[in-house]
């Protein structure tokens, strides 16, 4: 067998091991545990949701941080490198300190085959709890009751928003894909449901498992005008708070979830109001409604299916006026393709799609044929692309300062134009 020296070389013998990119189940990844005797000496806060679990986990990090505890944070997918999936207080892992993570793994597995993300999880997991956390915040990739993830037990259980994606391994409305994710709750652990019109499965699986469940509304709630937000919750409240600095109206909700989650933790990781204020306002988190300054303005974000770009298009309403709005776009083949360009095509002036280095990936011209089929906005332009940064370059040769530049789709469509570096890109446009 092959010597496996770098993290690059693990990935690749990942990527050989098991003929589908995701086969859901937890016998595989929990009997593997078992042999690694992985388990955690910390709080753990499991994040499951259709959109808005990254930010979560950026928040709740950012908090915890500001409050003095070392954090340790797994989310998935990563934007360019692998090693920004793993943060230890606050910075990402480097890639040398996972490789004897991975070879616990293949010598814990025998003859298990686990899925490349079966394998980057516990990977990832065993570094977490052996590097000496106050609290860990993990990300569930998909669904929840099935994931690789919820092979932990979680101490306090956050459901961001509940929507439609995934549809051919999580069921095909809200209450069976509620019904999913809310296999990551616990008895007698809070369970933190952020989305403000829960799939009645949830609540139903919350009983049934006795879960402490804490519903927004009902529980905690928050309140806000144009200078600032407050936020009550059991036995909790936060007034003066400033706006998240991740951008969105959306954000709101998400910082709402964590502050109960946070609220509802407090005998074990108690934080002060000053963290919170702190967090809040210092919380970063690239692609998600991102923007980067300059003429004409960018704005980076992941929004790949239609709630998550409802969302998108709001965001980008309060940003004012701009006379043109030039869009890249790539996604993958299984998304709700028709909904998400008949959301956004009102609010684009010119397409530019773009092929992506993954066979899941729709190629550009099969984006661009869906378009046509959904579009009203006939003089409008639209272009193909081999990657997302020739797209993006097609779009800053196009683009008057005054304009305004998407890049949204795919974490592969936001990756490919950040793993270069935007300022060089930004400068070179503005010399022109």
Not at 349 to 366: G, H, I, N, S
Request: with cysteine; hydrophobic share 45%.
């Amino acid at each position: 067998m092959q010597s496996k020296q770098t993290l690059q070389d693990w990935l690749a013998h990942c990527e050989r091991l098991h003929p589908k990119a995701i086969a859901l189940g937890l016998d595989r990844v929990r009997e593997v545990a078992q042999r690694m005797a992985l388990a955690f000496s910390c709080p753990v806060i499991t994040v499951a949701g259709t959109n808005g679990k990254g930010s979560t986990c950026a928040l709740a990090e950012a908090i915890l941080q500001q409050a003095g505890w070392r954090t340790g944070v797994y989310t998935s997918p990563h934007l360019v490198h692998f090693e920004e999936r793993c943060r230890i207080a606050g910075e990402a892992v480097e890639a040398a300190a996972l490789v004897p993570h991975f070879e616990r793994v293949e010598q814990a597995r025998q003859d298990v085959q686990l899925t490349y993300f079966e394998f980057t999880t516990l990977a990832i997991l065993d570094l977490m709890a052996a590097s000496g956390l106050d609290v860990a915040i993990l990300e569930v990739g998909l669904g929840g009751r099935l994931d690789a993830v919820n092979v932990i037990d979680t101490d306090c259980a956050i459901l961001t928003s509940i929507d439609l994606d995934h549809q051919e391994f999580l069921g095909d409305d809200r209450e069976a894909i509620g019904r999913e994710k809310a296999g990551i709750l616990r008895a007698g652990k809070p369970a933190i449901v952020s989305d403000p019109m829960p799939p009645a499965s949830v609540i139903e699986a919350a009983e049934a498992v006795g879960a402490d469940l804490w519903l927004h509304g009902r529980d905690f709630n928050f309140t806000g005008d144009k200078q600032q937000w407050a936020w009550a919750g059991r036995g909790r409240r936060y007034a003066g708070l400033a706006y998240p600095a991740l951008r969105g109206a959306n954000q709101l909700l998400n910082a709402s979830g964590v502050l109960a989650a946070l609220a509802a933790l407090r005998d074990r990781i108690p934080i002060t109001g000053q963290a919170v204020r702190a967090g809040i306002g210092l919380v970063e988190l690239p692609g998600r409604f991102q923007i980067v300054p300059g003429e004409p303005p960018l704005v980076l974000d992941v929004a790949h299916n239609p709630h998550a770009v409802a969302t998108l298009a709001a965001n980008l309403s309060a940003m004012g006026m701009f006379p043109t709005t030039h869009a890249v776009f790539g996604a993958m083949a299984d998304k709700d393709l028709p909904a998400i360009l008949r959301r956004m095509d009102p609010m684009v002036d010119r397409w530019y799609f773009t092929d992506l280095d993954t066979p899941r990936a729709a190629r550009a011209q099969d984006l661009l044929a869906q378009w046509k089929s959904v579009t009203a906005c006939h003089d409008v332009d639209a272009s193909t692309h081999a990657n997302p940064r020739e797209a993006l370059e097609s779009a800053m040769a196009e683009a008057r300062p005054a304009d305004r530049i998407l890049v949204f789709g795919s974490f592969y469509t936001v990756g490919g134009v950040l793993k270069d570096g935007l300022p060089r890109l930004k400068a070179r446009h503005l010399a022109t």
